[in-house]
T-cell receptor, first 114, second 114 residues
Framework: KAGVTQTPRYLIKTRGQQVTLSCSPI?????VSWYQQTPGQGLQFLFE???????NKGNFPGRFSGRQFSNSRSEMNVSTLELGDSALYLC?????????????FGSGTQLSVL | AQSVTQLDSHVSVSEGTPVLLRCNYS??????LFWYVQHPNKGLQLLLK??????LVKGINGFEAEFKKSETSFHLTKPSAHMSDAAEYFC????????????FGRGTSLIVHP
């Protein structure tokens, strides 16, 4: 079974631009969640999608958005990039997104904002 | 509300000696607790999880953790460290009540000396 796939692996953008990251979950998984990892703030939850609906949201500004398609693939978009958005963005999938479910993580997209 | 505190940012051990990574949590509801490991340039991988079945939880690669409600702790241990255990370890709490938002500890970097 293929794991969680995130593309691209690396991305370099400049301030003010926007960026779209992609995540393909494990086949059969309906929940996809996104996380931002930085040395200063650690790992922080962005949002979770289930059956094409955003079900939970972390404490991030509206510049961070996402969506999920009918095949459970998910995209995350960040508009008007700031230097502080430089981070490793991880997505994870699980069967139903229950609180006691194991999360399967992708290798992440390393975003650098110049 | 929930939170998790990993008491050590770095732990250094010699190969073949025991490993102890400490985690304290707080949760308003019955918690689910997890330990994940992250090797460089990789996503997170589940080591083990506690979901109220047994207080001593065995995971992969010889790791185990004990849930102690009275101490609100979920420390990770391994009898004998291996060089391949060198990585970043994250303690995670999620709760059955309210919305599903996992909270990650800041991580403990395990260094294994030959």
């Amino acid at each position: 079974k293929a794991g969680v796939t995130q593309t691209p692996r690396y991305l370099i953008k400049t301030r003010g631009q926007q960026v779209t990251l992609s995540c393909s979950p494990i086949s059969g998984h309906r929940s996809v969640s996104w996380y931002q990892q930085t040395p200063g703030q650690g790992l922080q939850f962005l949002f979770e999608y289930f059956s094409e609906t955003q079900r939970n949201k972390g404490n991030f500004p509206g510049r961070f958005s996402g969506r999920q398609f009918s095949n459970s693939r998910s995209e995350m978009n960040v508009s008007t990039l700031e230097l502080g958005d430089s981070a490793l963005y991880l997505c994870a999938s699980s069967l139903e997104g229950g609180t006691n479910e194991k999360l399967f993580f992708g290798s992440g997209t390393q975003l650098s904002v110049l | 509300a929930q939170s998790v505190t990993q008491l050590d940012s770095h732990v250094s051990v010699s190969e073949g000696t025991p490993v102890l990574l400490r985690c304290n949590y707080s949760s308003s509801y019955s918690p689910s607790l997890f330990w994940y490991v992250q090797h460089p340039n990789k996503g997170l991988q589940l080591l083990l999880k506690y979901t109220s079945a047994a207080t001593l939880v065995k995971g992969i690669n010889g790791f185990e953790a004990e849930f102690k409600k009275s101490e609100t702790s979920f420390h990770l241990t391994k009898p004998s460290a291996h060089m391949s255990d060198a990585a970043e370890y994250f303690c995670v709490v999620s709760s059955s009540g309210g919305s599903y938002i996992p909270t990650f500890g800041r991580g403990t970097s395990l260094i294994v000396h030959p």
